[in-house]
């Protein structure tokens, strides 16, 4: 059976659906407050749990003439604005083992890119601030060798973990979900997270960045809760093509909530 943990106020791994959600890149205050206003807003609506995301540096960028972020200390600013005014438990990556301790004392868990996953000491670090981990499977790992991260966050004494899925790589500038990942990840005893939005990418298919085909998202979507998780993670954005970092497959913040309410109705029927 799998266990429940909680991300501030909001429990994940019970009957309710988990929303983590925000823009790639923290691009300033005002934006993250209005995404973070109206994912809150359509969860509350929906009786969804929902978690801020936003990131303070994207470590990863197909080239390094693309914005990164403001940085931690101003990117950390920002996430403890989104959480004094709008009373929700926000999250972000972390790259480095040195990050982690000084992103525990705002966010309410700390999430390992898909890329770190393997990255020991990244996650033991994550593991001694107490709060919970989101890591994010490797594009080139199968999900049973994700056991192997389980394992040492729950050696370190990890408060809690979940495990997303965000597709897996398939040729080149390709990835494909097999959804049989999911249960297997879940067959771990933690919630699991499906990425909608990193799921539709074609990582470096732009030449100089990253494309994607967003309008794929609401199909996987709909498979993910129809297999059964305990969450969705998406990136969302009031303009999309003019955003910082996965421009291609962000989804447009004006259409979050049609989605998921069609998630949540297909996730119930699922459950009969």
């Known amino acids: ?28 205050r005002d934006l993250c407050l209005r995404i973070a206003e109206t994912a809150k807003a359509a969860c509350e609506r929906l009786g969804i749990g929902y978690v801020f995301k936003a990131s303070f540096d994207k470590a990863n960028r197909t080239s ?44 309410d868990a700390l999430q390992i890119p898909a890329f770190l996953c393997r990255q020991t000491d990244l996650l033991l670090s994550c593991a001694a601030t107490g709060k919970p981990v989101n890591v994010k499977k490797g594009q080139f790992l199968s999900p049973w060798d994700m056991k192997n991260a389980v394992e040492k966050l729950e050696g370190a004494g990890a408060s809690g973990i979940l495990l997303t899925e965000r597709g897996t790589t398939f ?59 305990d969450g969705l993670f998406m990136e969302t954005h009031p303009d999309p093509p003019n ?23 297909i996730r119930e029927a699922a459950r009969v």
């Open 171 to 229: 040729g080149y500038n390709n990835l494909v979900v097999d959804y049989r990942g999911l249960p297997v990840m879940r067959g771990f005893g933690w919630p699991v997270v499906f990425d909608a939005t990193h799921s539709a990418q074609l990582p470096g298919g732009a030449g100089s960045a990253s494309g994607g085909m967003r309008e794929h998202i609401p199909a996987l979507i709909r498979a993910a809760v129809a297999v059964g998780v």
């Open 64 to 107: 390094a003439t693309s914005p990164r972020g403001p940085g931690l200390d101003e990117g950390l600013a920002i996430l403890q604005s989104v959480k004094d005014a709008l009373d929700v438990p926000v999250l972000t990556d972390v790259h480095e083992s040195c990050q982690a301790a000084t992103a525990a004392g705002v966010c």
């Open 243 to 265: 955003a910082w970092s996965d421009a291609a497959t962000q989804w447009p913040l004006d259409r979050l909530d049609a989605v998921l309410e069609t998630a949540l109705r």
């Open 1 to 28: 059976m799998n266990r429940t943990i909680s991300i501030g106020k909001v429990e994940v791994g019970g009957p309710g659906l988990l929303l983590i959600a925000g823009p790639c890149v923290s691009e300033s």
